[in-house]
C-alpha cells in the first residue's frame, strides 16, 4: 500500500524531500531530526492535538499561533519551524505525520539504515535489544533500526520484518508447520 501513488503519498514525498534538502544544505540534518522526533512524539501522546492538526474546519492564523508557540516553548529549529510555517499556510498540515514519516526514511536511506520491525514472544530488556540490533546489523553490513513489538501468541521466539522479508522462528509457525504437513499426509 505505501508504494501506491495517491495525493497524500506525492504530497508528503515532495514535502520531505524538500525539507530534507533544506536540512542537508545548512547542515542541520540531525538537528531537524530531534525536533521531528519531539513532534511526532506529541503526535503519539496526545489525540487531541492529533485531532487539531486533520480539522479542516480550523482556521490557519489558529494553527500557525499554536506552531509559532510550540516553536518557542521547545526550541525548534529555525529552519524547521519556518517548514511548519509553511506547510499550515499551503493548508497541508494534515500531511504532517505523513511528511515526517517520509522525512525520516529518506533521511535513514541516505544513511544507510533500515528500519525493520522484530516482534517476540517476550518484553525484551533494552540490552537484549541492543545486542539484536548490534548481531543483526553486523550480519547484514548496514545499520538497521528496530521497532520492537511483543506478541505472547508467538509462544517462544521472534519474528523479523524487514521490508517484504519476514523471518519467523516462532514456535507457533513450527506448530503451524507440522500441523500443515501432517495434513498432507
Known amino acids: 500500500m505505501s508504494g501506491i501513488k495517491t495525493f497524500s503519498n506525492e504530497t508528503s514525498e515532495r514535502y520531505a524531500l524538500a525539507l530534507f534538502e533544506l536540512a542537508s544544505e545548512k547542515s542541520e540534518l540531525e538537528d531537524i531530526e530531534k525536533n521531528i522526533s519531539l513532534i511526532k512524539e506529541i503526535c503519539r501522546s496526545n489525540p487531541d492535538f492529533n485531532s487539531f492538526l486533520k480539522n479542516p474546519t480550523n482556521q490557519t492564523e489558529l494553527q500557525s499561533q499554536v506552531f509559532a508557540e510550540i516553536s518557542k516553548i521547545m526550541k525548534l529549529n529555525d529552519n524547521f519551524s519556518n517548514f511548519l510555517q509553511l506547510v499550515i499556510?499551503?493548508?497541508?498540515?494534515?500531511?504532517?505525520?505523513?511528511?515526517?514519516?517520509?522525512?525520516?526514511?529518506?533521511?535513514?536511506?541516505?544513511?544507510?539504515?533500515?528500519?525493520?520491525?522484530?516482534?517476540?514472544?517476550?518484553?525484551?530488556?533494552?540490552?537484549?535489544?541492543?545486542?539484536?540490533?548490534?548481531?543483526?546489523?553486523?550480519?547484514?553490513?548496514?545499520?538497521?533500526?528496530?521497532?520492537?513489538?511483543?506478541?505472547?501468541?508467538?509462544?517462544?521466539?521472534?519474528?523479523?520484518?524487514?521490508?517484504?522479508?519476514?523471518?519467523?522462528?516462532?514456535?507457533?509457525?513450527?506448530?503451524?508447520?507440522?500441523?500443515?504437513?501432517?495434513?498432507?499426509?
Not at 104 to 131: F, H, M, N, P, V
Open 89 to 185: 499556510n499551503k493548508r497541508r498540515i494534515f500531511f504532517l505525520e505523513k511528511i515526517l514519516d517520509k522525512f525520516i526514511k529518506i533521511s535513514s536511506k541516505i544513511k544507510g539504515k533500515i528500519d525493520a520491525t522484530l516482534i517476540s514472544s517476550k518484553d525484551l530488556s533494552q540490552d537484549e535489544r541492543y545486542k539484536i540490533s548490534q548481531e543483526i546489523s553486523k550480519a547484514i553490513k548496514s545499520k538497521i533500526e528496530f521497532t520492537f513489538k511483543t506478541d505472547k501468541s508467538l509462544i517462544s521466539g521472534i519474528k523479523i520484518q524487514v521490508g517484504s522479508l519476514l523471518i519467523d522462528t516462532s514456535l507457533s509457525n513450527k506448530l503451524k508447520r507440522i500441523k500443515q504437513s501432517m495434513t498432507e499426509i
